[in-house]
């Protein structure tokens, strides 16, 4: 049973372009998380995703950044026009149900603005 | 809001050292407590859990006691190995009306284990 699959492992962007992370979730997941690591830093979370739907987005940045989770393929994450700050790794999580609230997580997307 | 707090690192000990990692938590409700490891360049996994007050999770040696009237989930090991060295996290979850929500994670503690 495969796990949580991130891709690409490494993106390396220049300022002002676009990035797009994918997540897929462990095989019978539904639901999706991603979280920020900062250098030095624990992680943080961003947004929590069922298939089509955004259920909590409270710790998603205002501007640039979006997430999906449509019926069929992987969770996308997407960072619009880049900045320097941007440059960390993003994390994707899976988990079974609503009740149950282990979260299995990915490999990570380490992300290098220039 | 929630938060996490837990001892800044790194830590380094000897093989076959006592470890222990503190973790003190703030929490609106009751939450679940977890412990996650970090090895270089991989993800985090999941080392063990508490779902109540009292509760005691333990893997592979580690063990951790939920403990309400300190609102603490220490990290400790008998004796720690090389392999061991990693970067530990504590975090915690609440079941919101809305579903699970987030975890909420401490900074991490970077443990270097010597040989």
């Known amino acids: 049973n495969a796990g949580v699959m991130q891709n690409p492992r490494h993106l390396v962007r220049r300022r002002g372009q676009e990035a797009r992370l994918r997540c897929s979730p462990m095989?019978?997941?539904?639901?999706v998380y991603w979280y920020r690591q900062l250098p030095e830093e624990g992680l943080k979370f961003m947004v929590y995703l069922q298939k089509e739907n955004i259920i909590d987005e409270s710790g998603m940045p205002k501007e640039r950044f979006s997430a999906e989770f449509p019926k069929e393929g992987p969770s996308i994450l997407r960072i619009q026009q880049v900045v320097r700050g941007d440059s960390a790794a993003y994390f994707c999580?899976?988990?079974?149900?609503?009740?149950?609230?282990?979260?299995?997580f990915g490999p990570g997307t380490r992300l290098t603005v220039l | 809001g929630n938060s996490v707090t837990q001892m800044e690192g790194p830590v380094t000990l000897s093989e076959e050292a006592f470890l222990t990692i503190n973790c003190t938590y703030t929490a609106t409700g009751y939450p679940s407590l977890f412990w996650y490891v970090q090895y270089p360049g991989e993800g985090l996994q999941l080392l063990l859990k508490a779902t109540k007050a009292d509760d005691k999770g333990s893997n592979k040696g580690f063990e951790a006691t939920y403990r309400k009237e300190t609102t603490s989930f220490h990290l400790e090991k008998g004796s720690v190995q090389v392999s061991d060295s990693a970067v530990y996290f504590c975090a915690l979850s609440e079941i919101t009306g809305g579903g699970a929500d987030g975890l909420t994670f401490g900074k991490g503690t970077h443990l270097i284990i010597q040989p």
């Open positions: 095989k019978g997941h539904s639901h």
């Open positions: 999580a899976s988990s079974l149900s609503v009740g149950f609230n282990e979260q299995f």
